[in-house]
């Protein structure tokens, strides 16, 4: 059904988003505390819940006791409403999640890429598909009842060609029509996001950034990337390389080569990463593998952190975030030793001093942040009753 802007029809769509949003941030309310919290009428109110009960999208659990009076009906959304998979891709392997609409965790599933294919150029959608069918298979869903998938991966998509860039490490994930090939393999849509573009939307959403509309994740793991965040919104670039730090030239590290985005290297062949990344911090420590380990060891943790705010010092002079958030094995290996380290370390420049964080989410960030990616997809679509 078509809807004119300021008819009764807008007006009740956006009361009808208004309730559901509502419900989705505090969850069970009674329909008193809808209309206050929303501003309108008790009549109104039920006539939204009972609009929302019939399309399936909330449901009644309950009563809420402790008042004068009847009890009063607690409403919630409907959690079969809708379900989304969030997935993570890495060299080794997929890893699939599949949630409700209300964000709860129906079942997972670990795809590694070795044991299954020993040629995973080929078999990527395949592959994927598996994750997510076993994911379904353990929530008890069929494929048909997803309305959403986003998948986290290193690189980032281009928006012009549809190519994945600045992840060689992953073999057959280039194709310019993988993301078709994969939505026509799980009949649902499939967005590609960068893996800490992801992981930033978890930091915002529920981890070090909440209230933060300028901020940089710094992501050092096995390989270095960074989400930037202006005015609330994330910063991609004309290729979708925005972020890309760990290819950023820095004095002292070679220059990371490889002929273009497509093909550059990720194995810290230089850049940044070849500073930072874990495989550099087990170097500096004598070939120690385990990062609390090498971390622990005081001249190392020094020399990384020197080189660590000497990158982020060229972040902070071109886009002056008001928080820096380290995240990343290294970044956690290290705590709070290590931010303190780099904060004093930026102290000295003539810059801009950003508040820095240590992130503390619990679990996979990327994850996290693929299933708020697509919990906003999904509601998007879902919760508009303009063609109710």
Same mark, same amino acid.
């Given at each position: 059904?078509?809807?004119?802007?300021?008819?009764?029809?807008?007006?009740?769509?956006?009361?009808?988003?208004?309730?559901?949003?509502?419900?989705?941030?505090?969850?069970? &309310?009674?329909?008193?505390?809808?209309?206050? @919290?929303?501003?309108?009428?008790?009549?109104?109110?039920?006539?939204?819940?009972?609009?929302?009960?019939?399309?399936?999208?909330?449901?009644?659990?309950?009563?809420?006791?402790?008042?004068?009076?009847?009890?009063?009906?607690?409403?919630?959304?409907? =959690?079969?409403?809708?379900?989304?998979?969030?997935?993570?891709?890495?060299?080794?392997?997929?890893?699939?999640?599949?949630?409700?609409?209300?964000?709860?965790?129906?079942?997972?599933?670990?795809?590694?890429?070795?044991?299954?294919?020993?040629?995973?150029?080929?078999?990527?959608? $395949?592959?994927?598909?598996?994750?997510?069918?076993?994911?379904?298979?353990?929530?008890?869903?069929? =494929?048909?009842?997803?309305?959403?998938?986003?998948?986290?991966?290193?690189?980032?998509?281009?928006?012009?060609?549809?190519?994945?860039?600045?992840?060689?490490?992953?073999?057959?994930?280039?194709?310019?029509?993988?993301?078709?090939? @994969?939505?026509?393999?799980?009949?649902?849509?499939?967005?590609?996001?960068?893996?800490?573009?992801?992981?930033?939307?978890?930091? $915002?959403?529920?981890?070090?950034? $909440?209230?933060?509309?300028?901020?940089?994740?710094?992501?050092?793991?096995?390989?270095?990337?960074?989400?930037?965040?202006?005015?609330?919104?994330? @910063?991609?670039?004309?290729?979708?390389?925005?972020?890309?730090?760990?290819?950023?030239?820095?004095?002292?590290?070679?220059?990371?080569?490889?002929?273009?985005?497509?093909?550059?290297?990720?194995?810290?062949?230089?850049?940044?990463?070849? &500073?930072?990344?874990?495989?550099?911090?087990?170097?500096?420590?004598?070939?120690?593998?385990?990062?609390?380990?090498?971390?622990?060891?005081?001249?190392?943790?020094?020399?990384?952190?020197?080189?660590?705010?000497?990158?982020?010092?060229?972040?902070?002079?071109?886009?002056?975030?008001?928080?820096?958030? &380290?995240?990343?094995?290294?970044?956690?290996?290290?705590?709070?030793?290590?931010?303190?380290?780099?904060?004093?370390?930026?102290?000295?420049?003539?810059?801009?001093?950003?508040?820095?964080?240590?992130?503390?989410?619990?679990?996979?960030?990327?994850?996290?942040?693929?299933?708020?990616?697509?919990?906003?997809?999904?509601?998007?679509?879902?919760?508009?009753?303009?063609?109710?």
């Amino acid at each position: 059904m078509a809807v004119t802007p300021g008819t009764p029809s807008v007006l009740r769509v956006m009361n009808d988003r208004a309730a559901l949003d509502l419900l989705v941030a505090h969850g069970p &309310l009674t329909r008193t505390r809808i209309g206050e @919290l929303t501003g309108l009428s008790k009549p109104t109110t039920s006539q939204i819940l009972g609009r929302l009960e019939a399309a399936g999208l909330v449901r009644t659990t309950g009563s809420q006791a402790g008042r004068p009076g009847p009890n009063a009906v607690l409403y919630e959304i409907e =959690p079969g409403a809708a379900h989304v998979a969030a997935l993570s891709a890495d060299p080794t392997g997929i890893t699939a999640v599949v949630a409700d609409i209300t964000g709860a965790e129906r079942g997972r599933c670990r795809i590694e890429a070795v044991a299954v294919a020993e040629d995973v150029r080929h078999r990527t959608a $395949q592959l994927v598909a598996e994750a997510v069918e076993g994911a379904l298979g353990k929530a008890g869903l069929r =494929p048909d009842e997803l309305t959403a998938t986003v998948i986290g991966t290193p690189g980032a998509i281009d928006p012009h060609t549809g190519q994945l860039r600045y992840a060689p490490h992953l073999p057959g994930w280039h194709s310019r029509t993988l993301r078709a090939e @994969l939505a026509e393999v799980l009949g649902t849509p499939v967005s590609i996001e960068n893996d800490v573009n992801l992981a930033a939307v978890a930091e $915002q959403h529920e981890g070090a950034a $909440q209230d933060h509309d300028d901020f940089v994740l710094a992501y050092v793991d096995e390989g270095v990337g960074a989400a930037i965040v202006l005015g609330g919104t994330l @910063l991609r670039g004309a290729t979708g390389g925005a972020g890309e730090i760990g290819y950023m030239p820095l004095p002292g590290a070679p220059l990371a080569r490889g002929g273009d985005s497509v093909h550059a290297r990720t194995d810290g062949g230089g850049g940044f990463q070849s &500073l930072v990344a874990a495989p550099a911090v087990r170097q500096l420590a004598g070939g120690v593998h385990d990062l609390g380990e090498a971390l622990s060891n005081p001249g190392v943790l020094d020399e990384v952190a020197r080189r660590l705010a000497t990158g982020l010092a060229a972040v902070v002079a071109v886009v002056d975030p008001e928080l820096v958030v &380290l995240s990343g094995t290294v970044a956690q290996a290290g705590g709070d030793a290590l931010r303190e380290r780099v904060e004093e370390e930026l102290s000295g420049l003539a810059l801009p001093r950003p508040q820095l964080r240590v992130s503390e989410l619990d679990g996979d960030p990327i994850l996290t942040g693929a299933l708020r990616t697509a919990l906003t997809q999904a509601r998007d679509t879902v919760f508009d009753t303009s063609t109710a």
